[in-house]
């Protein structure tokens, strides 16, 4: 049945005047890829010490080692994160939502962050399904209250969130 519709709807575009068949396939081409960038240059700012982030870092980055396009997960816990390298976001803002810069420099935070950050490993359609009208509501709320309770659940305190959290050793 797509085949049929997809045949009809390209020899139609064929027959329209260039002018407008330029302008269509474009339209067309645009609403047909609204996946998010899978090229390289996606930045991902991450909490290297929150467990449960880093957990899905590690899984992100095993699905991502045979692909030609790399993303650098920034580890926001580290001394050396400098915010002003990475358009300006810093620790505060990065510990209270997930931050993924695209390819384009733009950036994306809470559940948009994490649809580009999955496209650019390969899982577009995880981001596209989060991102789907009737289920963004509940991405937003559950990721809302994830990122309101991540430090408490994993044994963290609010001083995290201003700043540097200390590593603990057991």
């Known amino acids: 049945m797509f085949s049929n519709v ?5 020899s139609g ?3 329209l005047p260039s002018c407008v068949n330029s302008r269509v396939t474009s339209v067309l ?3 047909q890829h609204r996946t998010f960038s899978s090229e390289s240059g996606v930045r991902v700012l991450y909490d ?3 467990p449960i982030c880093v957990t899905e870092i590690r899984f992100l980055q095993f699905l991502q080692r045979n692909r030609p396009e790399k993303v650098d997960f ?3 816990s580290l001394p050396s994160y400098d915010g002003t ?3 300006d976001i810093t620790y505060e803002m990065a510990m209270k939502e997930m931050h993924v ?3 384009k420099d733009k950036v994306h935070s809470g559940v948009p962050a994490f649809a580009v950050m999955y496209s650019a490993v390969g899982l577009g359609w995880l981001g596209r399904f989060m991102m789907w009208s009737p289920v963004r509501p509940f991405m937003d709320k559950s990721y809302d209250i994830f990122a309101r309770n991540r430090l408490k659940w994993t044994g963290r305190g609010e001083e995290c969130t201003t700043g540097r959290c200390e590593k603990k050793i057991p």
């Open 29 to 31: 081409c645009k609403h």
């Open 6 to 10: 997809r045949t009809c709807l390209t």
């Open 74 to 76: 920034i580890d926001i």
């Open 13 to 15: 575009l064929a027959r």
């Open 85 to 87: 390298k990475y358009k």
């Open 48 to 50: 290297g010490l929150c």
């Open 101 to 103: 810069i695209d390819k």
